[in-house]
């Protein structure tokens, strides 16, 4: 049974990076799909940041693309978001997904991790 | 970018009730790339459809899909309590990957 687990701080300082890792269990990432990150600002929708594959490719939305970069770590299994200059508008419970390409539908998420963004 | 409009942003019924949810697309979306999510309170979201009409994995079927272009909907034929939540479309016909804001099902 695939399951992800998001990690991370619960706050940050405006300005500074927002950094989350995405541990992958019951599945390899290197044997396929991809991974997402998806944000959901309190009391809001939902909102695709970007996808990474394997460490080949990545994909952000173009609304966050300047500020956001993510990786994969195939030795821990896990792949990780970093979010730049952060502003109270960034505060948001963050999920990560597996998904079948990088804007696609996404069929198993994590629980979500709350950010705050505040001085 | 699509934009994705969800109709109506809340729905009251009853179990037993037929939901019917709408989600209209600003262009048409391609193949029919369309998913619907069921979201309940402090949980992620849920993988109910995908291509329109597929049911995801496990999912029971009083949920049912249809649609093409920009018109979709999400029926769900006999409500049970565990399906009151917010229900999300999301297109992926086209980048980036967009949701609807949401219809909330709620208890009459």
């Known amino acids: 049974q695939v399951q992800l687990q998001e990690s991370g701080p619960g706050l940050v300082r405006p300005s500074e990076t927002l950094s989350l890792t995405c541990n992958v269990s019951g599945y390899s990432i290197n044997d396929g799909y991809y991974w997402a990150w998806i944000r959901q600002p309190p009391g809001m929708g939902l909102e695709w940041i970007g996808s990474?594959?394997?460490?080949?490719?990545?994909q952000y939305n173009p609304s966050l693309k300047s500020r956001v970069t993510m990786s994969v770590d195939t030795s821990k299994n896990q792949f990780s978001m970093s979010l730049y200059s952060v502003t109270a508008a960034d505060s948001a419970v963050y999920y990560c997904?597996?998904?079948?390409?990088?804007?696609?539908?996404?069929?198993?998420w994590g629980k979500g991790t709350t950010v705050s963004v505040s001085s | 970018e699509i934009v994705l409009t969800q109709s109506p942003g809340t729905l009251s019924l009853s179990p037993g009730d037929r939901a019917t949810l709408s989600c209209w697309a600003s262009?048409?979306?391609?193949?029919?790339?369309l998913a619907w999510y069921q979201q309940k309170p402090g949980q992620a979201p849920r993988l109910l459809i995908y291509g329109a009409s597929k049911r995801a994995t496990d999912i029971p079927d009083r949920f049912s899909g249809s649609g093409s272009g920009t018109d979709f909907t999400l029926t769900i034929s006999r409500l049970q309590p565990e399906d009151f939540a917010v229900y999300y479309c999301?297109?992926?016909?086209?980048?980036?990957?967009?949701f609807g804001q949401g219809t909330r099902l709620e208890i009459k």
């Open positions: 262009q048409t979306v391609r193949s029919g790339y």
């Open positions: 990474v594959y394997q460490s080949r490719g990545t």
């Open positions: 999301q297109q992926y016909g086209s980048s980036p990957g967009t």
């Open positions: 997904a597996r998904t079948f390409y990088y804007y696609y539908h996404m069929d198993v």
